[in-house]
């Protein structure tokens, strides 16, 4: 059996995969493929319909609100947002937590103007900054809630007077957040959503329609608002398996409790990182991530080492971004605490052998 600490696309439930496989060869007993009808059908048009409304119920998604299924990932969304909310005589801020919140500034730049005001470059992004004002006249304010290959995640949002943009892509369905607090949030699927190939967009729907810019269709939040995310063929793989996974999700009773299991996983395995020798956390205490845990050795020289061991031991997806090195972690939701518990005996063992 393999644990599987993979960044993304990373480990998705087991019933999901035997789900998504039943559905590959005969959707919901029709005799067909979910990969040969018509996305237009009835059958499929249900799936997206449910897709979404798992998406509101799960993350409490208030009136006002429309739930999209797009293509593109991420990082279309870094210039989607910069044509649908950045109008030509004002700036977007950015708080620069990494390389994906780097390059979506670098995307609304391209698109208008847009400006860093907090970074944490300065320490290799070990840690979120928090002082900094965002000014009244911005456009908007945008952030990453978790950083993928650094491992810090914002505990909290700060108050903004301007609407805030969050690409929630690794932390997503996590943990509870409050979707008003935000004017928009996107996400890649392809952690705690579903298979690559589909993002999603939660966006407020007064934000829109006032960037005064031509905005290519496929692009246009609200063509796609009124097209029901089939502004075009969606991939309907992608979303097909989003919705088993959310209906687990679900049926696991949700958010909160989903919430309670990823905090008692990342407390094990940090408790492990700060009490083994051989072993050392790269991000701010206090900024930590409860799902892309990152660590190192304090000797390098046993890195290899130990990845060879723990990967013997079944856990395999450790190996750290190039950018930080050692280790990564990521606890995504499907991750059971029996995998965290053999990467925890697998360092211990380590430990025992090498001190
Ligand atoms: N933002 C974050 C926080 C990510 O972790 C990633 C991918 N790992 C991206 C953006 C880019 O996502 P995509 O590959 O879907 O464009």
Redesign the pocket.
Known sequence: MKHNFG??PCILPQEVFKQASHGVLNFNNTGLSILEISHRAPEFVAVMDEAISLVKELLNVPEGYSVLFLQG???LQFAMTAYNLLPEDKKAVFLETGV?AKKAFAEANLIGNAEVIASSKDKNYSYIPKDYTVNADSAYFHC?S???IYGTQMHSFPQTPVGKVC?M??DIFSRVINVADFDLIYA?A?KNIGPAGA?VVIVKDEILGKSGRKIPSMLDYQKQIDAVSMYNTPPVFSVYTAMLNLRWLKAKGGVAEIEKENNEKAKALYAEIDRNPLFKGTAAVEDRSKMSVCFVMENPDLEKPFLKFAEEKGCVGIKGHRSVGGFRASLYNALPITSVHALVEAMQEFAEKNV
Request: charged share 5%; aromatic share 6%.
């Open positions: 960044a993304g990932g991420a990082s994906w990453t978790n950083n993928t690409d892509s690794s890649g392809q993002t």
